[in-house]
Nanobody, 115 residues
Framework: QVQLVESGGGLVQPGESLRLSCAASGSGFNFMGWYRQAPGKQRDLVASITLGGSPRYADSVKGHFTISRDNAVNTVYLQMSNLKPEDTAVYYC???????????WGQGTQVTVSS
């Protein structure tokens, strides 16, 4: 049973930074990433990263979010800088293997950007 455990969410002011972490109980995921869901909206991809370290970003976060992963400890990170109120959402960690349709999800962590 794969488990993804997120940490690092919280309340910050506009312009501040936050780093999310997601530790997986499994290893070797071809893709790990972060999605977010704001109230009343669908869950959208924020950033993803391959096993080899190639990142991909949603246009809305390019230049102020950075995704990384440490395969030695099966953890993916999301460094969020210059946060804006529109970044407010529940952030979910995601992991999956290229050869499987099964998606693994974390429980979600709330990020609130407000003055």
């Amino acid at each position: 049973q794969v488990q993804l455990v997120e940490s690092g969410g919280g309340l910050v002011q506009p312009g501040e930074s936050l780093r999310l972490s997601c530790a997986a109980s499994g290893s070797g995921f071809n893709f790990m990433g972060w999605y977010r869901q704001a109230p009343g909206k669908q869950r959208d991809l924020v950033a993803s990263i391959t096993l080899g370290g190639s990142p991909r970003y949603a246009d809305s976060v390019k230049g102020h979010f950075t995704i990384s992963r440490d395969n030695a400890v099966n953890t993916v990170y999301l460094q969020m800088s210059n946060l804006k109120p529109e970044d407010t959402a529940v952030y979910y960690c995601n992991a999956h293997f290229a050869w499987s349709v099964t998606q693994y999800w974390g429980q979600g962590t709330q990020v609130t950007v407000s003055s």
